[in-house]
T-cell receptor, first 113, second 112 residues
């Protein structure tokens, strides 16, 4: 399977705990995006990497959120001290240089209880 | 402020007929537009895109039209099939994809 892979698919955590999600992009894609989607809304941009460089961060990405892409391959998104408002689908997408659309993974659904 | 708008939350169309999904944007710096389809419990699937130098792009049953002066684009699906039933998102970017901004989506139901 050469698509974008996200793990885990589902995560239930207690408020205040830290969680980490992983994204493995399509191998030749140098651009990687993280989005968050809540019910009834479109995906909201969180952050964007070109290779290992984090080039843009949304104001939605508070200081509790951090993303890394250490070797320009897979990426992780960590949320510290989770809050109920963090409950959402977290989507990762990748795109090759000068490519057309970004290709999304199946997402990680986070539920904070 | 919502930079990409899809004012119809839902649309129902008979199988075999044309489906027209509309999208409006406010940011004149947007120069690249995309349509995605999303089934429940899956990530969005890329359908078709158009750059601002064109006014039409066609791929099989899917055609996207861009009217830059009106800041409006539309997705036409002809003929519509029951498998097209999904939520459709319009997205836009400037500088060819540093950041995609998505609309809230339109739920399309194609009735057999």
């Amino acid at each position: 399977d050469t698509g974008v892979s996200q793990n885990p698919r589902h995560k239930i955590t207690k408020r205040g705990q830290n969680v980490t999600f992983r994204c493995d992009p399509i191998s030749e894609h140098n651009r990687l995006y993280w989005y968050r989607q809540t019910l009834g809304q479109g995906p909201e941009f969180l952050t964007y990497f070109q290779n290992e460089a984090q080039l843009e961060k949304s104001r939605l990405l508070s200081d509790r959120f951090s993303a890394e892409r250490p070797k320009g391959s897979f990426s992780t998104l960590e949320i510290q001290r989770t809050e109920q408002g963090d409950s959402a689908m977290y989507l990762c997408a990748s795109r090759r240089p000068q490519g057309t659309g970004a290709f999304f993974g199946q997402g990680t659904r986070l539920t904070v209880v | 402020d919502q930079q990409v708008k899809q004012n119809s939350p839902s649309l129902s169309v008979q199988e075999g007929r044309i489906s027209i999904l509309n999208c409006d944007y406010t940011n004149s710096m947007f120069d690249y537009f995309l349509w995605y389809k999303k089934y429940p419990a899956e990530g969005p699937t890329f359908l078709i895109s158009i750059s601002s130098i064109k006014d039409k792009n066609e791929d099989g049953r899917f055609t996207v039209f861009l009217n830059k002066s009106a800041k409006h684009l539309s997705l036409h699906i002809v003929p519509s099939q029951p498998g097209d039933s999904a939520v459709y998102f319009c997205a836009a970017s400037d500088n060819y994809g540093q950041n995609f901004v998505f609309g809230p989506g339109t739920r399309l139901s194609v009735l057999p």
